[in-house]
């Protein structure tokens, strides 16, 4: 178990409406990813990407407190806990937030993309 840094990425676009790219790769079963704080960003979208693996599963959470994180929901209220690839939307704003890979076997090797709209 291990906490994988991100790569955080100022984007240029069209506008300059304060767009960051916050990319996770190489996460593995029982990794987190490191925290970000972007509390100022109300619109986040999550693309997951990568090797599952046998049950391999990726879970996306939130925390106010950087201690207590619980699983984030897409606008349906579901919670974004992934076994295949996936592109969702973030509905809650929190703090912070991370992936945590919750399952998988040996091969699993997972990338976790967030696109974050607004001040950063």
């Not at 879970?59 to 974004?80: K, R, W």
């Amino acid at each position: 178990m291990a906490e994988r840094t991100a790569e955080v990425t100022k984007l240029q676009t069209f506008g300059d409406t304060g767009c960051n790219m916050v990319i996770w790769s190489g996460l593995l079963n029982g990794d987190t990813g490191n925290a970000i704080q972007m509390p100022g960003a109300a619109d986040r979208s999550i693309q997951i990407s990568g090797t599952f693996g046998v049950g391999g599963s990726v879970t996306i959470q939130g925390s106010n407190d950087g201690t207590n994180f619980v699983a984030l929901t897409d606008p349906q209220g579901n919670a974004i806990t992934k076994t295949a690839a996936a592109i969702e939307q973030v509905s809650e704003v929190t703090r912070y937030i991370r992936p945590s890979v919750t399952a998988g076997d040996g091969s699993t090797s997972l990338v976790v993309s967030m696109l974050i709209r607004g001040e950063a």
